[in-house]
């Protein structure tokens, strides 16, 4: 089984590849320029790379959100146009879902028999406008439904419970999440660790459950509307009524 993924939800993004349970090559993206330049040269590169033609895939993976609204449509748009061309499917992954699996490899690599770490990840996603997307992660699963809003008002809630930080968010706002919680924080290494590696290895669980789904099925996971929207509801109140 092979797997092609991409990652668009922050400004460098990544790539990789993914043969049966193991990440052949993860590929960070360059952050000094537009990813609609760079794509789908970063994908051609990847497959060069490894000496794999595109016609070898099995399936096709993106990172569905939340991040950056040009990012996703960048990604979304060329994943979905190589998925029609090759007649591949095409599996979304949630960025807190893939964020979630790569701090369980941080932790489980760190983790020693007389140091237990926390069993409370929350992911932050930098959502721009001093505000982070959220979502908290108990063991493994996603615990209510992600959030977006100012990092004071998340820390609030935080305090006194031993917590595992990971995301680009997290590594936007540590000094104000050390100066909130202290010791009970604590951070994974990298903060903001390139993501598709885990978008592949989420994607092969999928695929390996049987699920093909059609490119047109994507969706991505805003959080928050776009700009777009907000503006359109200004303009003609009865949209947001």
């Not at 701090?103 to 028999?113: D, F, G, M, P």
Request: hydrophobic residues 45%; glycine residues 10%; charged residues 25%.
């Amino acid at each position: 089984m092979l797997i092609l993924s991409l990652d668009t939800t922050t400004r460098a993004g990544s790539c990789a590849l993914l043969r049966d349970d193991r990440v052949l090559r993860e590929h960070t993206g360059d952050g000094s320029r537009d990813q609609a330049e760079r794509l789908p040269g970063d994908l051609a590169a990847l497959l060069e790379h490894e000496g794999i033609a595109l016609d070898a895939i099995d399936a096709l993976a993106v990172a569905t959100g939340p991040g950056s609204f040009t990012g996703l449509r960048v990604g979304i748009a060329t994943m979905q146009g190589l998925a029609m061309a090759t007649g591949k499917p095409l599996i979304g992954v949630s960025a807190f879902d893939s964020l979630a699996l790569a701090a369980r490899a941080v932790t489980a690599r760190e983790t020693t028999a007389d140091r237990e770490g926390p069993r409370r990840t929350l992911i932050w996603i930098d959502a721009w406008r001093g505000e982070v997307f959220a979502a908290l992660y108990e063991h493994g699963q996603q615990t209510g439904a992600p959030v977006v809003a100012p990092p004071d008002v998340l820390l609030e809630q935080l305090r006194g419970q031993p917590t595992l930080f990971t995301g680009d968010g997290a590594a936007v706002y540590e000094a104000r999440i050390r100066a909130v919680l202290g010791e009970t924080a604590r951070f994974t290494t990298p903060m903001a660790p390139p993501l598709a590696g885990a978008v592949a290895t989420l994607a092969g669980q999928a695929f390996r459950r049987g699920d093909r789904p059609l490119p047109h099925a994507i969706r991505p996971i805003y959080v928050r509307r776009s700009d777009a929207e907000i503006a359109a509801d200004r303009k003609d109140p009865r949209r947001s009524a």
